[in-house]
């Protein structure tokens, strides 16, 4: 019989699940409370200019070739993608070009451009680097980050294979990502620059392990830049899903996930209309389930995340400005004097007061030949770690603008100026936990603090038998590709249940209203 599913959000792991479902014949609803597709991967308008207000670094392309060679496209036919040959470019206080790197696509120009900046000795820890860093990631990928969640090492050790023990004891998994950069890069600048890959998942790079050194190399794998940005991503993934028949409601809400005989039988809107299914996949935060933001009768379904092992926030600005002093490329990182103060610091709950800072030059292009000269303002989007403390610190006026002479002022010591008057919104933690309830203002999830860490993420499968989660805060991890696995392994363990099982039914009327089993209608969670 035909199976239904509904999607909660059309986020990347919604998203994906979505297409992969609908590709395999399943009755796929997916309802979203926006009024477009992307989740975090959204745009706002400043100054007449829609500009990218969520991720910016396109990784891992291979996982969406698959994903619309699944649905018989091709990536290319939806979106346009064009490989970046610099991968981003990196400052620190000074702004004259010895205090500037960059890193390339081309593994043999980033060693000469590594030892042009700091040295021999730190050009070959560059290249060992580069070798351990790929090799944990040869580990990792299919075992971990392509395969099932595991709740302890043992599992992991048994798929990567007991003869591989020594290349699991070459991932450090009990050794801080800081103190294993010090076997590379004696001089703390590469330190700082390796060290930032953490925050890739939200996390620091002094509690964080160092198997996260391995985000390196999927950086170095290849960085693409999309015309449109990451949200032409989330708009292409609409329509390849759209193609195979699923179904979207936008600009609609989820009251409650609706259970019966300890299974999830589909949604209640808040204008009252019931999606009956013969499962769910929540694609928010998994802690919007446990906090009640679907309903009493699913809050078992997952463990509540306590505050202090949330991931980073941030301080997002939106501008629209000329800017003067350094030619920026597509990525930017422009680094703060003191790194272990600026993670103390979000650690006690405030907002670092000498921030690194993240610019995506949106209108320049990461090619290295190409001129980077701007005549006018061009839109850019500036990131700055902060505490997810979003439920608890309101971020007024005063603090919001302290954080943004703190961001000008980094900005300053590395050669960038912004106009003064700069157009611009700010997005705080507060208006993160706002458009993602329950997270705190927490962008990725869990923090990946401790060997433990990767193995209390949220899997796929809850206590609730065909309730299903996705997205960034979900395994394997955060990040665009990330979340997009995790949708494909929702969808897999959805499907692996159901054809386990008896208990299909069928719907009257394909994403109608007040839809209705056709043997029983779900009980309302009251």
């Given amino acids: 019989m035909e199976t239904s599913v509904v999607i909660i959000g059309a986020g990347m792991g919604g998203l994906a699940s979505a297409a992969r479902l609908a590709a395999r014949g399943v009755r796929v609803t997916l309802v979203e409370k926006a009024d477009d597709v992307g989740g975090k991967a959204r745009r706002v308008e ?3 200019q829609l500009i990218d207000a969520g991720p910016t670094v396109f990784t891992m392309r291979d996982v ?3 994903i619309f060679a699944d649905c018989g496209a091709r990536l290319e036919d939806y979106v346009s993608v064009k490989k970046a040959q610099v991968l981003a470019r990196h ?3 000074g702004g004259n070009r010895g205090d500037t790197l960059d890193l390339y696509a081309d593994r043999a120009r980033s060693i000469d451009a590594v030892g042009d900046f700091a040295g021999v000795k730190a050009a070959q820890g560059y290249a060992r680097f580069t070798d351990e860093t790929a090799r944990m990631y040869d580990i990792l990928n299919e075992p971990m980050m392509r395969g099932d969640n595991v709740s302890s090492p043992l599992p992991l050790l048994w798929r990567i294979g007991l003869t591989r023990l020594g290349d699991f004891a070459a991932m450090r998994p009990h050794k801080t990502m800081w103190k294993a950069l010090r076997e590379f890069f004696p001089d703390p600048r590469l330190q700082q620059l390796f060290g930032r890959y953490s925050t890739y998942c939200g996390s620091s790079p002094f509690e964080a392990p160092a198997t996260l050194m391995l985000i390196a190399h999927v950086e170095a794998m290849g960085v693409w830049q999309i015309d449109g940005g990451i949200h032409a991503l989330a708009v292409g993934l609409r329509k390849l899903a759209e193609g195979q028949g699923a179904r979207f409601r936008m600009g609609e809400s989820v009251a409650e996930i609706l259970t019966q005989g300890g299974r999830a039988r589909g949604v209640r809107l808040a204008n009252g209309e019931v999606i009956a299914a013969d ?4 694609n928010a935060d998994p802690n919007a389930i446990a906090v009640g933001k679907f309903g009493g009768l699913v809050r078992s379904a997952v463990k509540p995340l306590p505050p202090s092992k949330r991931s980073l926030s941030a301080l997002v600005w939106y501008a629209h400005a000329e800017t003067s002093g350094f030619d920026l490329t597509h990525h930017n990182v422009f680094f703060s004097g003191d790194y272990k103060r600026e993670f103390d610091e979000i650690a006690s709950g405030r907002p670092p007061s000498n921030p690194t800072a993240y610019i995506c030059a949106i209108d320049r292009s990461s090619d290295a ?5 701007q005549a006018k303002r061009e839109r850019l989007q500036i990131i700055v770690n902060a505490p997810a403390n979003g439920d608890t610190n309101p971020y ?3 603090e919001t603008e302290q954080c943004t002479s703190a961001m000008r002022e980094t900005l300053r010591c590395c050669g960038l100026t912004l106009e003064d008057e700069m157009p611009h919104q700010v997005a705080t ?4 936990e706002s458009l993602f309830p329950a997270s705190g203002g927490a962008l990725y999830g869990r923090a990946s603090h401790g060997s433990a860490a990767s193995f209390l993420r949220q899997g796929p499968r809850t206590r609730i038998k065909h309730l299903y989660c996705a997205g960034g805060a979900t395994h394997p991890s955060a990040g665009v590709p990330m979340a997009a696995l995790s949708g494909l392994l929702a969808a897999r363990k959805l499907c692996e249940d159901l054809v386990s099982t008896k208990t299909y ?3 009257d009327t394909p994403g109608g209203t007040s839809m209705r089993s056709a043997t029983t209608e779900p009980t309302p969670s009251q």
């Fill in 369 to 373: 030949s190409a001129s980077s000269a």
């Fill in 505 to 507: 039914h069928r719907a």
């Fill in 429 to 432: 933690p507060a208006q993160w």
């Fill in 91 to 93: 400052a620190w206080a």
């Fill in 396 to 398: 007024d006026p005063k």
């Fill in 64 to 66: 969406f070739d698959e």
């Fill in 46 to 48: 400043v100054d007449g």
């Fill in 279 to 282: 499962a769910v996949i929540c």
